[in-house]
């Protein structure tokens, strides 16, 4: 175990959103920031793009992306936001890279169960289910080469926190802790919750130290293109397709350490469109299955392979 940092923050959606997106500038060996958003907004996940929420997007006042991979959600109040920095994965708890969701999901669910008295799970998915519904959407982002990550969490208080109906979901209707609970649940009892809960797994807690918020932006220009090709995959879309720069993209709903899926965006957007699936499959496994990397949420990385192989030919209109 290690030292946290911990920092209560309620604040605009905008600047958790830009904390999150922020996630590796941190120095702390692990800090956690949680709070309840004071305004409504969507956040997407790390390599989603907008056009996959379609109507899920209706009267959301505001969209931001954080730094998380898996599916969009949610934010603002009657939910709560936690982000969890990890200068590396065993920084707080013995843990590897793949292990990263399983390991810190467990001090959330064990506070989410006194808060509403019902039991919280975490079965393998984006999600944590209490009376087998989902009431918190959580999440990880991981860079392969440093070795570093974040968790992430956000709860649906007295408020939802799902953007629509998800394939992750498996059918059931998301919930919020009130509903749960069957009263009303104070968001700062369950920062509280939280905040003893993750503090139990550090050797010692101190202030974090000051760190200034990037500048809150809206998303890239190019996330409300439509992906050129996607498949259904465990945790839901994931896709690919040219940005306005002419690079090719891979993303959706998936999550992967970062800097091994931006190589394989470089060595996808440098093929021809006639390269072979084998080649293009070879590219994918160098990528994500190497150097450290880990992938959530997508059954086989063929789904990978032939989003790249659909988008390339569509690019030149090749059958």
């Not at 605009?12 to 941190?26: D, M, Q």
């Not at 984006?126 to 918190?136: E, F, G, K, N, Y």
């Not at 993209?249 to 699936?277: F, I, Q």
Request: hydrophobic letters at 45%; proline letters at 7%.
């Amino acid at each position: 175990m290690g030292s946290l940092a911990i920092e209560r923050l309620d604040a605009p959606a905008a600047e958790l959103a830009a904390r999150s997106r922020a996630w590796a500038a941190t120095g702390a060996t692990a800090r956690l920031t949680i709070g309840e958003p004071s305004d409504e907004a969507v956040v997407l996940g790390a390599f989603q793009r907008s056009s996959e929420l379609g109507a899920s997007l209706d009267g959301a006042p505001a969209l931001f992306r954080r730094g998380s991979g898996g599916g969009a959600a949610r934010v603002g109040p009657g939910r709560v936001w936690l982000q969890l920095t990890l200068g590396r994965p065993d920084a707080l708890v013995p843990c590897t890279p793949d292990k990263l969701l399983n390991r810190y999901v467990r001090p959330l669910l064990r506070a989410l169960t006194r808060a509403t008295n019902a039991p919280a799970s975490w079965f393998g998915r984006d999600w944590i289910s209490a009376a087998h519904r989902p009431i918190a959407l959580v999440a990880f982002a991981h860079d392969a080469a440093a070795n570093s990550a974040l968790f992430e969490a956000i709860v649906a208080v007295n408020a939802p926190f799902a953007c629509g109906d998800r394939p992750s979901f498996l059918g059931k209707a998301p919930a919020t802790l009130g509903e749960i609970a069957g009263r009303t649940v104070d968001p700062r009892r369950v920062v509280e919750l939280a905040v003893e809960a993750y503090a139990g797994i550090a050797t010692s807690t101190v202030a974090p130290a000051p760190t200034s918020t990037p500048a809150a932006r809206s998303d890239e220009p190019w996330t409300d293109l439509p992906w050129a090709a996607t498949r259904e995959e465990a945790i839901g879309l994931v896709g690919a397709g040219r940005d306005g720069t002419s690079r090719l993209r891979v993303g959706g709903e998936l999550m992967a350490s970062r800097d091994a899926l931006a190589r394989l965006e470089d060595v996808a957007s440098a093929l021809p469109p006639t390269a072979s699936e084998d080649e293009i499959g070879r590219a994918v496994d160098a990528a994500l299955t190497t150097g450290g990397a880990v992938t959530f949420g997508v059954r086989s990385l063929a789904s990978l392979r032939d989003v790249i192989v659909d988008a390339l030919r569509a690019a030149q209109n090749i059958a």
